[in-house]
C-alpha cells in the first residue's frame, strides 16, 4: 500500500485504532443491542477532529485529505460499523454538499458547525417512491415570496433524528425531469435535546430551525443499529432562497457526485467490516482446539481465510484507488461503482465465512462477527444497490467501448 499511504495516513490510523479500542470496542455489543446512539463517544470523535478530516481548515476542519478520511471510517469499521457510518454520513452526505455547492456564506455559516461536530448533518434524498430510482423525487419546492415552499418526506435518513442541518432534494420544475431537482439546506432541532446537552453537542438553536421541518418514525434496523435512522418529514416547510444550494435544477447533477463520493465511502466501511470479520475468525481459530487441533490447523479454514485476505486486499486496491483519483480531481464514478460493488459484496461474504468458521460461536453475540454479519448486509443495498452499480459499471463500459471504436 505505499503507492497510496504515507507516514501521516499510517500515524492517523493508529490515532483511529487506539480510541476504536479503547473508546468503542468495550460498549459496541450494548449499543447495538439497545440500538442506542453513542453520544460519547460521537462527542469524543468531534473534539479529536473526526468529524471534519477533509474539510479545509478555513471552514473548521483538519484540512486532511480524502483517504485520511475514508481510512477513518475504514478503520471504525473494523470496530463497529455503527461509528463509521455516522462519521461517513455526517460528511460525505451531511458536509460535502454544502462545502462543494454551497455559497460562500452557507458555508462560513453551516460548515465549520459541521466539521467541529457541534452538530450532525445529514442528506435527504431518497422516498418511498424514489429509492433506486433517485430522480423519481416527489417533494416539491414551489415559489412563494423570496423563497421557497417544500412539501415532502424523505425515508431512511442517517442522523434525521439527532442531526439538525440537512440538505434535502426537491422539485422545482415538474417538467424538467432530472433536470426540475434543486438542493435546499435545512435545519431542525435536534430529537435527543437531553442527550445533546448532557454530552455538549448535538444542538444549536441559534442556526433557526425552519418551521415544518421534524423527524419522523425511527426506524428498528437488522444492522447499524446504533446509528439514527429516521424519515425526515418536511411538511409546508418555508426556506428563504439563500437556502438554494447549487443553482436551480442541478440538484441532480450534484447530489450524483455525492453518491460517486459516498460509494467510496461505502467501500471503506466495507472493507473495515471484512477485515474486522477475518481478525475475530483468525483470532479465535488459532485458539480454540477440536479433534485435539487449532481450527486453523485443518486445510478447509486455511483455504476459506486465505481466500478472504486475498479479496480483502483486492477491495483495499479498488477503494484507495477511487480516492487517490477523487482526490487528484478525475473522473472516479466507474471506479467507485467497482470498489462499492466488490467490497460490499465482499463484507457479506467474510461475515458469513467468520460465523462459519467460529461455528456455534460465531453465532451468538459474545463475538462480533454475528454484528458484523448484520452490520454487513445494508453495504449491499445504501449508496446505490448492487445492481445499480452493475448498472452505473456497465454504462461507462458502453462508453469506453463507443471511444475506442
Known sequence: MDRYLNDDHRAFVRKVRDFAREAIEPVARELDRESRFPWENIRAMGE???????????????????????????????????????????????????????????????????????????FGLTEPGAGSDAGGSRTRAVRDGEGWRIQGSKIFITHAGVGEIFTV????????????????????PTTDPEAARAV??????????????????????????????RE??????????????????????????????????????????????????????????QFGRLIFDFQPVQFRLSELATEVEAARHLTYHAAWLMEKGRPFSR????????????????????????GGAGYTDEYPVERMLRDAKVCEIGEGTSEIQKIVIARHLVREAELRA
Open 335 to 358: 471506479e467507485a461503482a467497482m470498489a462499492k460493488l466488490f467490497a460490499s459484496e465482499l463484507c457479506m461474504k467474510a461475515t458469513i465465512q467468520a460465523v462459519q468458521v467460529m
Open 232 to 289: 425526515l418529514l418536511l411538511e409546508d416547510a418555508w426556506v428563504p432562497d439563500a437556502n438554494r444550494v447549487g443553482e436551480e435544477g442541478q440538484g441532480f447533477v450534484n447530489f450524483m457526485k455525492i453518491l460517486d463520493a459516498g460509494r467510496i465511502g461505502i467501500a471503506a466501511l466495507s472493507l473495515g467490516i471484512a477485515e474486522g470479520a477475518v481478525d475475530a475468525a483468525l483470532a479465535y481459530t488459532n485458539k480454540r482446539k
Open 48 to 122: 479529536k477532529g473526526f468529524l471534519g478530516i477533509p474539510v479545509p481548515v478555513e471552514y473548521g476542519g483538519m484540512g486532511k485529505d480524502a483517504l485520511t478520511y475514508l481510512l477513518t471510517v475504514q478503520e471504525l469499521a473494523r470496530f463497529d460499523a455503527s461509528h463509521a457510518i455516522t462519521v461517513s454520513a455526517h460528511t460525505t452526505l451531511g458536509t460535502y454538499p454544502i462545502l462543494n455547492f454551497g455559497s460562500e456564506e452557507q458555508k462560513k455559516r453551516y460548515v465549520p458547525r459541521l466539521a467541529a461536530g457541534e452538530v450532525l448533518g445529514g
Open 169 to 188: 432534494t426537491a422539485v422545482t420544475d415538474p417538467e424538467a425531469g432530472t433536470r426540475g431537482i434543486t438542493n435546499f439546506v435545512v435545519t431542525k
Open 200 to 229: 455538549g453537542m448535538g444542538s444549536a438553536e441559534d442556526l433557526g430551525y425552519v418551521d415544518g421541518v421534524r423527524a419522523g418514525k425511527k426506524e428498528d434496523k437488522m444492522g447499524w443499529r446504533a446509528s439514527d435512522t
